[in-house]
T-cell receptor
């Protein structure tokens, strides 16, 4: 089992719709969760961080965390073509007395005009 | 916000050349820096973690003698790919962490390395 799993997609939604991106993780001790956006050929850009169960909203983005189910999601409201990118779920885990950020393989999102 | 500068952004060189990539945290002190590699259509793979003033910790399968990491100060880490070969061609990205906390990691813009 991979440490962080995401559906590779592509997830295709029309402009203005809600895009829902999901992620599961295996380490129950994880406390920090992040969503990054990566455009082709570019480095990841932080969108959201979430540390507590429940929802966290920032503009058009809402991150949801359910530690009991080991599940993290990202909702993008009013999707725009410029949101088309690969979205990476990342989980911080503790290994060998240090913290590491483990990435999922990413979900490619396509927003159709 | 926290800014991480990575240089160079693009390198093309002949097989056997050593290439040095710099990663700087511009407006914060990075206690820990991370080096990732990303092949086309794949996710980021952690290569090594470095703490200022100490030896880097390499992930399984990463050759420490080939990928030399130096983290001499709280704002600078370097990755040297020694005697690079075509199979080392990839997108290398550094990341910096401000403190031993829940702070998010901030990424540099990446270095695209092409070995001919």
């Amino acid at each position: 089992q991979k440490e962080v799993e995401q559906n590779s997609g592509p997830l295709s939604v029309p402009e203005g719709a809600i895009a829902s991106l999901n992620c599961t993780y295996s380490d129950r001790g994880s406390q920090s969760f992040f969503w990054y956006r990566q455009y082709s050929g570019k480095s990841p850009e932080l969108i959201m961080s979430i540390y507590s169960n429940g929802d966290k909203e920032d503009g058009r983005f809402t991150a949801q965390l359910n530690k009991a189910s080991q599940y993290v999601s990202l909702l993008i409201r009013d999707s725009q073509p410029s949101d088309s990118a690969t979205y990476l779920c990342a989980v911080r885990v503790q290994k060998d007395s240090s913290y590491k950020l483990i990435f999922g393989s990413g979900t490619r999102l396509l927003v159709r005009p | 916000g926290a800014v991480v500068s990575q240089h160079p952004s693009w390198v093309i060189c002949k097989s056997g050349t050593s290439v040095k990539i710099e990663c700087r945290s511009l407006d914060f002190q990075a206690t820990t820096m991370f080096w990732y590699r990303q092949f086309p259509k794949q996710s980021l793979m952690l290569m090594a973690t470095s703490n200022e003033g100490s030896k880097a910790t390499y992930e399984q399968g990463v050759e420490k003698d080939k990928f030399l990491i130096n983290h001499a100060s709280l704002t600078l880490s370097t990755l040297t790919v020694t005697s690079a070969h075509p199979e080392d061609s990839s997108f290398y990205i550094c990341s910096a962490l401000q403190a031993y906390s829940n702070q998010p990691q901030h990424f540099g813009d990446g270095t695209r390395l092409s070995i001919l």
